[in-house]
């Protein structure tokens, strides 16, 4: 089992930065990689970004157009997202989620797939209002 805590929600106003956090832990040794999804109310989840451990890479979804950062600390299993210039439509829940050894995905499918994920935190709110 592995345990997954999201942090650093909140309200922020439009054009304002926000850093989640996400803390894993239980059998977390050799996970291949961690990544962030989002929902906002009335839309399916969707990929934000993620990092594989094995090289290092990074993979981001679509409309993030470099507004994201995604970083982490594989030996304290800890993930993190960056987000800049926020807008109205980046409200959502942020789910963290991670991708054990014993993913069926392996290190190589893309980060994005939301059934390549083995385990999702709760979520933490973001809401980008004036």
């Known amino acids: 089992q592995v345990h997954l805590v999201e942090s650093g929600g909140g309200l922020v106003q439009p054009g304002e930065s926000l850093r989640l956090s996400c803390a894993a832990s239980g059998r977390t040794l050799g996970s291949l990689a961690m990544g962030w999804f989002r929902q906002g109310s009335g839309k399916e989840l969707e990929f934000v970004g993620g990092?594989?451990?094995?090289?290092?890479?990074?993979e981001y979804g679509d409309f993030v157009e470099g507004r994201f950062i995604v970083s982490g600390d594989n030996a304290k299993d800890m993930v993190y997202l960056q987000m800049n210039n926020l807008k109205s439509e980046d409200s959502a829940i942020y789910y963290c989620?991670?991708?054990?050894?014993?993913?069926?995905?392996?290190?190589?499918?893309?980060?994005?797939?939301?059934?390549?994920?083995?385990?999702w935190g709760n979520g933490t709110l973001v809401t980008v209002s004036t």
């Open positions: 990092i594989r451990w094995s090289r290092g890479d990074k």
């Open positions: 989620a991670i991708r054990t050894r014993d993913s069926y995905y392996g290190d190589q499918s893309p980060l994005g797939l939301i059934y390549g994920m083995d385990y």
